[in-house]
């Protein structure tokens, strides 16, 4: 995912996320995810990290499954 977007409007912070064309990790989501908050910026960076751990931890496992799937092939 990147970050597309980080505005602020009213005291709500909006953050919009793109995912990869190409990352199976974020195929199976939205095209656009959106986090709003009215608590300011700690809440939308604590959103914002769990969104990117989360993101990273998918590629890693797909890497993972992917070189595992890879390594029983027959040679």
């Not at 909006?14 to 990869?20: A, L, N, R």
């Amino acid at each position: 995912m990147q970050l597309k977007e980080r505005t602020m409007h009213d005291n709500v912070m909006h953050i919009v996320y793109t995912k990869s064309k190409n990352s199976p990790a974020t195929a199976a989501a939205p095209p656009l995810v959106t986090v709003q908050s009215v608590e300011g910026d700690m809440a939308i960076d604590g959103a914002a990290r769990r969104m990117s751990v989360l993101a990273e931890e998918q590629r890693v496992k797909a890497k993972a499954e992917k070189l595992e799937k890879k390594r029983k092939q027959p040679k």
